[in-house]
């Protein structure tokens, strides 16, 4: 089994940075991990966010140019910088893992993910 844990969710205002990171334990020295960044709001659903498999990075575009994902590659560790924080970045973000994706197109999927951390909020006021 592998347990994720997010932290870095805080109450921001507009145009502020903050950074998430995700850490993964338990089960995991047998092999890497695909890790992801997924957001929730209220009533929506889970949205995807940014992902990293391996050295290959996937970003939504409507973060793109503001939001930045990394990790360190054998330590299953992720990142998650945002910049420029708008209003309708408030949500709870979601860290993710899974073994190592062979099709890029499972990075964006939320049900391609095997395990979740607890999320973490994140508030941008005005």
């Known amino acids: 089994q592998v347990q994720l844990v997010e932290s870095g969710g805080a109450l921001v205002q507009a145009g502020d940075s903050l950074r998430l990171s995700c850490a993964a334990s338990g089960r995991t020295g047998a092999y890497y991990l695909a890790m992801g960044w997924f957001r929730q709001t209220p009533g929506k659903e889970r949205e995807f966010v940014a992902a990293?498999?391996?050295?290959?990075?996937y970003t939504a575009d409507s973060v793109k140019g503001r939001f930045t994902i990394s990790g360190e590659n054998g330590k299953n560790t992720v990142y998650l910088q945002m910049d420029r924080l708008k209003l309708e970045d408030t949500a709870v973000y979601y860290c993710?893992?899974?073994?190592?994706?062979?099709?890029?197109?499972?990075?964006?999927?939320?049900?391609?993910?095997?395990?979740w951390g607890r999320g973490t909020q994140v508030t941008v006021s005005s």
């Open positions: 993710a893992a899974s073994p190592l994706f062979s099709a890029s197109s499972a990075a964006a999927r939320a049900t391609s993910y095997d395990y």
């Open positions: 990293l498999n391996w050295n290959d990075r």
